[in-house]
């Protein structure tokens, strides 16, 4: 046996572990504290408190109450915190809103006009003057007049602005007015001759031309489903729903229209004309006139009325000045085209009427106030509305426009039935004086 194998044999059997020497250094230094604090203490005079377990368990609960109050302050300010930030997110995007929607009409006029090309752009300018800058209208530009409601149909406009320049226009006459009545009014000019009708004769002269049908020549058909006046004036016969049937049968009803009252909806023109002084009652407007016969009416009284209409399968506009009268192709949803206070009489029968949202009907009954010189009449002949529409409605929007009436009548519509309480309103109406 060697020297190593003593050494072995001297050793203890269980060899200690790192762990264990850690831990003994440990309670070493841990035993070294708590001495130096004991003597600190005693030289001091110090004496560590005795604390009961219960004082401690209070306190702690106490500690835990005020951690949980305070946990649930914390929630209660993030959600608030949260709040504020959803609100202040949704004040900025509306600002943002605001600022888009006040600065994108010009900004997307602008882009509209950069994509547009052709005739098309063009007519919608602007167009610098040659002279320069035009005081009157406070611009060195000049914009054509055009419909603002045009820029949702631009494919409709483009087409409608597809043509040869200085030839024929297309024969587009159902498709241009169904633009028109989608908002797209005015159209815009265009740089082409409408299409000319064959053998085209002279009118008959004034009075005849009144009540005369005139000849097939005087008009193209294109447009419409009747190709001759003949088969116009028979359409009273024929089923079906068409604008104004008997309009163009001159020598029957139209002839004998407004020359008698029945002292209820039908009122005669002469006793209109007599609610005001003898001559005072001189120019004037008949709104969705048909065939222009109230015009003629007038003429006859040395009274020069307007009529506007439009074409519903049949050359209305056409028709009226073949009587010598003035047509205007126009429809109830466009600013009347006259002046201020300008007009004694404006008339419309069966045309205004509860069809009309109650909003633009009443911008039209505004409109015609405006155009009405003081002590004006506006005689609303045969106003179609529902029972319940009458006094809820109509009659408040009547007082609203500040109308004087001179004469009033309702009643009953009653030829599809008594059970559809459908009714009529006939009355004159006055644009006071003052």
Same mark, same amino acid.
């Given at each position: ?42 030289? /001091? ?116 602005? /597809? ?19 989608? $908002? ?39 447009? #419409? ?22 309009? *163009? ?29 003898? $001559? ?35 050359? *209305? ?76 409605? #109509?009659?408040?929007? *009547? ?36």
């Amino acid at each position: 046996m060697g020297i190593e194998d003593e050494h072995r044999r001297l050793k203890p059997s269980h060899a200690k572990s790192p762990m264990s020497s850690k831990l003994k250094i440990l309670l070493l230094v841990v035993s070294t504290n708590l001495l130096s604090v004991y003597t600190f203490a005693r030289s /001091s005079g110090w004496v560590a408190p005795t604390v009961d377990s219960s004082t401690l368990l209070r306190e702690l609960n106490a500690t835990q109450r005020q951690l949980s109050d305070s946990q649930s302050q914390v929630s209660q300010l993030s959600k608030l915190l949260a709040n504020a930030n959803s609100l202040l997110e949704t004040t900025l995007t509306e600002i943002g809103k605001a600022h888009r929607e006040e600065a994108s009409p010009d900004e997307d006029l602008e882009k509209w006009d950069r994509q547009l090309t052709g005739e098309l752009k063009l007519v919608v300018g602007p167009h610098e003057f040659p002279l320069g800058y035009n005081h009157n209208i406070d611009s060195d530009e000049l914009y054509p007049v055009l419909g603002a409601a045009c820029r949702r149909h631009e494919e409709e406009l483009v087409k409608y602005m /597809s043509y040869e320049v200085g030839g024929e226009c297309p024969s587009d006459e159902v498709f241009s007015q169904r633009l028109m009545l989608q $908002g797209c009014e005015p159209l815009p000019r265009r740089r082409c001759h409408p299409k000319s009708p064959v053998g085209y004769v002279e009118p008959a002269p004034l009075p005849e031309s009144l009540w005369t049908i005139p000849a097939d020549t005087s008009i193209t058909w294109d447009a #419409y489903t009747c190709k001759n006046y003949s088969c116009l004036m028979n359409r009273r016969k024929v089923q079906g729903s068409y604008d104004c049937k008997d309009c *163009f049968y001159l020598s029957r009803r139209e002839k004998h229209r407004w020359l008698y009252g029945n002292g209820e909806l039908a009122y005669a023109m002469d006793e209109v004309l007599a609610m005001k002084p003898a $001559g005072t009652i001189r120019v004037g407007l008949d709104i969705g006139g048909g065939s222009g016969t109230f015009a003629a009416r007038m003429w006859e009284r040395n009274v020069t009325v307007v009529t506007s209409s439009m074409n519903f399968d049949g050359p *209305f506009n056409n028709f009226i000045a073949s009587r010598g009268l003035v047509a205007m192709h126009i429809s109830v949803a466009h600013r009347l085209p006259f002046y201020d206070n300008t007009l004694d009489l404006v008339h419309s029968m069966h045309v205004l009427s509860n069809w009309i949202p109650d909003a633009m009907l009443e911008f039209a009954l505004f409109d015609i106030y405006r155009v009405l010189r003081p002590g004006g009449v506006f005689w609303l002949d045969h106003f179609f509305c529902l029972g319940h529409q009458l006094n809820a409605t #109509y009659a408040p929007m *009547f007082e609203r426009i500040g109308f004087r009436k001179l004469r009033w009548n309702a009643g009953r519509k009653v030829d599809r039935g008594i059970g559809k309480n459908e009714w009529y309103i006939s009355t004159v109406l006055e644009k006071p004086m003052t």
